[in-house]
């Protein structure tokens, strides 16, 4: 196995533990009636973003942090870029980006509904080669890599 595979079976299995993690980070914040999980003591502090309608909240920017932490703990890993859809880009010259959307579905998450997402790229170049997405309610994991295909899977 070369060194390029390493890094991408490396990034692919990164990026489902981080979605888990950032899931487990956010659902405490998740004001819905079924979620045991909820903390009603948390404050979901809203931050205002440029344009109408545009936020993120304390939820997004938890999430954003256990994946970057996650990711920047891997030595194969570390010195990716890293381009979140909640906060500062990260440029550290890499050839592969992280990029992240903290809570896809911010609004939905906020109103208590089950549609969003925690969702993770990673670019090669400007190539997308690995992309995950993580449906916290559902417990579910999607993934795709670049030639391998796509596949659901469950938290485990």
Same mark, same amino acid.
Do not use: C
């Given at each position: 196995?070369?060194?390029?595979?390493?890094?991408?079976?490396?990034?692919?299995?990164?990026? %489902?533990? &981080?979605?888990?993690? &950032?899931?487990?980070? /956010?659902?405490?914040?998740?004001?819905?009636?079924?979620?045991?999980?909820?903390?009603?003591?948390?404050?979901?502090?809203? *931050?205002?973003k440029?344009?109408?309608?545009? *936020?993120? =909240?304390?939820?997004?920017? &938890? !999430?954003?942090?256990?994946?970057?932490?996650?990711?920047?703990?891997?030595?194969?890993?570390?010195?990716?870029?890293?381009?979140?859809?909640?906060?500062?880009?990260?440029?550290?010259?890499?050839? *592969? !980006?992280?990029? /992240?959307?903290?809570?896809?579905? =911010? /609004?939905?998450f906020?109103?208590?509904?089950?549609?969003?997402?925690?969702?993770?790229?990673?670019?090669?170049?400007?190539v997308? /080669?690995i992309? %995950?997405?993580?449906?916290? =309610?559902q417990?579910?994991?999607?993934?795709?890599?670049?030639?391998?295909?796509?596949?659901?899977?469950?938290?485990?």
């Open positions: 196995m070369n060194v390029e595979q390493k890094i991408e079976e490396a990034a692919l299995a990164t990026a %489902v533990r &981080a979605v888990k993690v &950032a899931s487990e980070a /956010i659902l405490p914040f998740w004001p819905n009636a079924l979620n045991s999980k909820f903390n009603q003591d948390l404050e979901l502090k809203i *931050y205002e440029e344009g109408v309608g545009n *936020y993120a =909240t304390a939820a997004d920017l &938890a !999430s954003g942090e256990r994946i970057v932490g996650i990711f920047q703990s891997h030595p194969l890993l570390r010195r990716f870029n890293v381009v979140r859809e909640e906060a500062q880009d990260i440029d550290q010259g890499s050839e *592969y !980006s992280l990029v /992240i959307d903290e809570i896809d579905g =911010t /609004i939905q906020n109103n208590g509904s089950e549609n969003f997402r925690v969702s993770i790229g990673i670019l090669k170049g400007d997308p /080669i992309g %995950v997405l993580a449906s916290p =309610t417990q579910l994991i999607m993934t795709a890599r670049r030639g391998f295909g796509a596949h659901i899977e469950t938290f485990n």
